[in-house]
């Protein structure tokens, strides 16, 4: 089982992408999920955590411009990220919360630059 994020790019500062997490194989959705980061030489970060009750969470650099959301099925998981920054250049991964290392997948890349 994976879960596969896809919708990464490049875009210039104040874009905006949405990423998808598509969950491969017998995923059991009963799991709080998250989207996680890791920038070049930096250790992996959860930036977005949306649990099965429907609450969500975000880290400080993240707040008020990524939104976390997932479809009726618990199997595909959304992030929409407004107001991108260079600092949030970085692969993207979704996986649960705490995270399952049965469940990395590849990860999808997000370049901000201008």
């Known amino acids: 089982v994976q879960l596969q994020a896809s919708g990464g790019g490049s875009v210039e500062p104040g874009g905006t992408l949405r990423l998808t997490c598509t969950a491969f194989?017998?995923?059991?959705?009963?799991?709080?999920l998250g989207w996680y980061r890791q920038a070049p030489g930096k250790q992996r970060e959860l930036v977005a955590a949306l649990t099965i009750g429907g609450a969500t969470n975000y880290g400080d650099s993240v707040q008020d411009r990524f939104t976390i959301s997932r479809d009726s099925t618990w199997k595909t998981v959304y992030l929409q990220m407004n107001s991108l920054k260079p600092e949030d250049t970085a692969v993207y991964y979704c996986?649960?919360?705490?995270?399952?290392?049965?469940?990395w997948g590849r990860g999808t890349e997000v370049t901000v630059s201008s």
């Open positions: 194989g017998s995923f059991v959705s009963i799991n709080d």
């Open positions: 996986n649960t919360v705490p995270a399952d290392r049965n469940f």
